[in-house]
């Protein structure tokens, strides 16, 4: 999720960079801060399920960034960011990049090109809105028309200078899954998962028409992705006393047949009949596209705002249609 850095600054000396000529002009020191989004909620829900009226949200993150510039112009930094909360990836993003003339390199535990070159429509109120909150309602998957679905996988990403407004970025994944599952993480390769290899392109504009700011971007992502499903089935062979075998497939519980092979004549009286039940597996495949548009005004120190946001899913586990709206004002 995009987050604004806030907080102070505290200087720890660190192992210095020293590689003869290109040594570093001096140690890298980390900088503290970060950010934390506290809410209190009070909801109405037109569901029969039991959600709570009134809640409190809290989400926030401790970061540890630093840098240093090495003799030949060249800059090295680093970036640790750290869950301010109990959570199952409690360093969610850590990663090294070098910067010079040439653009910039970031490799590690990072979001990919065209996620951190997106442009999506803004919230009047910090912490929710419907492109990539940081809260959102209970009961719902969280809103975003950036495209992340490779998150925080360890990757290598490249970003040229801007030149005319204009910059263009690409990612390359070597493994989707590293984020979650795999081998252990000093081992020179990982396990394979579900995720394969993982590609991102992206390029944005950022300038001023007279006294309008526009923000323009435009982002691929691509993974090779196999989704599995186990589903219990049974499996019946009636064996004839001719010499024949009929083997059919239900669903569990379910009397529909799913298939149906006969080996032979069912001639005779039936001989046998077995049944076994196993978990077969079924691939799924999902296309999502996503539309936001929205728009903030400033007035005497109060910002307000909406939001529109379309999800069309096909395919899947789910086919479906939603629409989203957010309103809201916050001072300050």
Known sequence: MKNVILGTTALVAVTALTAGSVSAAEKIKLNVGGYLQTSFVVADYDTNTDQL?????????VHF???TTLDNGLEFGVNIQLEARESGDQVDETFMYVEGAFGRVNMGSENSASYLMGYGSPSPVPAWGLNSPNANAGGFTTPSTYTNGISDA??????????????????YTPDADSETSGGSVYSPISDEGAADEAYSIAANYTGKFGGVSVNASAGWENTQRTDTTATAITTRTTTYGGGGTLTETF????????????AGATTGTIAS?????????TTSNENTDEISIGGNIG????TIGGAYKFTDN??????????????????G
């Open 299 to 302: 007035v005497a120190g109060f």
């Open 65 to 67: 960034t630093g840098k």
């Open 251 to 262: 669903s569990v519980g379910s009397t529909t047949l799913l298939t149906s092979v006969l």
């Open 53 to 61: 009226p009134t809640n409190i949200r809290h989400e926030g993150e």
């Open 314 to 331: 096909d395919g899947g586990t789910a086919d479906l249609e939603r629409h989203d709206y957010n309103l809201g004002v916050s001072y």
């Open 154 to 171: 360890d990757k290598l990403t490249y970003f040229t200078p801007r030149m005319g407004g204009f910059q263009i970025g690409a990612s």
């Open 273 to 281: 009949i077995a049944e076994a039940t196993a978990a077969a597996v």
